[in-house]
């Protein structure tokens, strides 16, 4: 087609400028689109759309050619997807992988020629799953940057979504509630931003939900703690605010992993939780109150960390007879006062003890010496007094420990007297790192330091140890 354009001196030319009509498949599947509800005409008449662009591609460029009158169904499954490449930067190439993307090959093979964990697309994957539908996509960390459109949030028989470490943005949606036969998703380490719908509370299949690491705002929709299904619930590293919902046997059997940490929000600790939940860790937001002694009913408990809250009361001694804890125990920079229970040594298996930044007084309990798995010993920055038992020095596992800012006497003059470098050198890890925080024996604590940094043993933790 001619464009005739004002040429110099008022004289009309022609310039030869091509303009190709859209073609009749094109207009067609454009038609169907809008008329299924698939994707709003505004957004197809957009040119600059990934739509627009996605249905082009599908239209005038794909290989296979996709019947639209018979097999509409799987044109709209591939426009779908090629949608999510021109939206997230696989067309200017941000992504890592390609993954087959705008190939000829079906979009169930769309992936990195690997196993059902592998990158990309899949389908099959569930059981009972058509193996010519997509159910689940595995785009960990390859660089999609930008909004997801909104044709993914509707892919109705999507099972399985991973999308963590990415540089997706916009928010979710409510038409995420969509998604009915969704069983996993995981939108971690990403910039959504907006609420957390109230619609998440209608995946009644749903066994894991992380959007941790976000910049996701408002309260955490009850809906989403009474799914009978979930399994697990990550939304730490957020700003999200009001108070964590209440979580029962009743309304979740089924819980086993809570993660809300680094949010801001407030209110208590919940009172009970269902009896599976093997990890809480709620740290860096304002919860108050005391530590609620429905803990203590967790038959499979393994790690708590309730720290940089502003809980108030004592160290309970109900959680020293949760012998399951295992992994962490850590209620630090809180506002806890009292002294710490003797029988914290009943915690023989686990691995991190932190009380540190409290207002905790009386003795390092005896009994911190029996705990045999203990690694990191952190009891700073608190009120206490006595002696550094010298039995700790036979905690073989131990390579951090910090006793700085009390009122703590040296127990360690076994290693420390005469500061003879001998003995360092034939001491263990554990009796270095108890030795570097003995205050009262700083003939050595520069020989402890150097004699840790060269047996391999050390800890940032150590600096300053005079």
């Not at 794909?62 to 939206?87: C, E, G, K, M, N």
């Not at 408002?218 to 730490?236: D, F, K, W, Y």
């Not at 700790?392 to 009122?407: C, G, I, K, T, V």
């Not at 890890?429 to 020989?447: F, M, R, T, Y």
């Amino acid at each position: 087609m001619a464009v005739l354009m004002a040429g110099r001196g008022g004289q009309e030319e022609e310039n030869p400028i091509q303009w190709t009509p859209p073609s009749k498949r094109f207009l067609s599947l454009l038609a169907l689109l809008i008329e299924r509800g698939i994707t709003p005409a505004e957004v197809l008449d957009d040119p600059s759309s990934p739509q627009n662009r996605a249905a082009l591609w599908l239209a005038d460029e794909d290989p296979l050619s996709i019947p639209l009158d018979t097999s509409f169904d799987h044109a709209v499954q591939r426009y779908r997807l090629v949608a999510l490449y021109y939206s997230t930067g696989g067309a200017e190439g941000y992504w890592i992988e390609n993954l087959k993307f705008l190939s000829e090959e079906h979009e169930c093979n769309w992936n990195d020629g690997g196993d059902v964990y592998g990158l990309g697309v899949h389908c099959g994957f569930g059981v009972g799953s058509d193996p010519d539908e997509v159910d689940k996509l595995n785009f960990m960390a390859n660089n999609l940057t930008g909004p997801m459109p909104a044709e993914m949030w509707t892919m109705g028989t999507l099972r399985n979504a991973t999308f963590m470490q990415n540089g997706l943005t916009g928010v979710v949606p409510e038409s995420i509630g969509e998604l009915l036969h969704l069983e996993f998703i995981c939108l971690g380490f990403n910039g959504f931003t907006g609420t957390v719908p109230e619609q998440v509370g209608e995946l009644t299949k749903l066994t894991w939900i992380g959007m941790d690491a976000n910049n996701l705002v408002g309260t955490v929709p009850s809906s989403v703690l009474q799914l009978s299904n979930l399994r697990n619930i990550s939304m730490a590293w957020n700003s999200l605010t009001g108070t964590i919902p209440s979580m029962t046997k009743e309304t979740n059997p089924n819980l086993r992993w809570v993660y809300f940490g680094n949010n801001n929000l407030a209110g208590p600790v919940p009172p009970s939780l269902p009896p599976f939940v093997s990890i809480v860790d709620l740290p860096g937001n304002r919860l108050n109150g005391t530590i609620p002694e429905g803990l203590a009913n967790l038959e499979n408990f393994k790690w708590l960390n309730l720290g940089r809250n502003e809980l108030t009361g004592k160290v309970p001694e109900f959680l020293t007879g949760v012998t399951s804890l295992s992994r962490q125990l850590r209620l630090h920079q809180n506002k806890l006062t009292g002294t710490i229970p003797e029988e914290i040594g009943n915690l023989a298996k686990l691995v991190r003890l932190d009380l540190s930044g409290n207002s905790l007084n009386g003795t390092v309990p005896m009994g911190i010496s029996g705990m045999e798995k203990l690694q990191i010993l952190h009891l700073q920055d608190n009120e206490l007094e006595g002696q550094i038992p010298e039995s700790l020095e036979d905690l073989l596992e131990l390579n951090s420990a910090r006793f700085e800012n009390n009122n703590l006497e040296g127990g360690v003059g076994s290693i420390c007297g005469g500061g003879n470098k001998d003995i360092f050198e034939r001491a263990t890890p554990a009796q270095l790192v108890v030795a570097a925080w003995v205050k009262s024996q700083e003939c050595c604590a520069n020989a402890v330091q150097s004699v840790v940094m060269g047996l391999g043993h050390a800890d940032p933790t150590l600096n300053g140890a005079n």
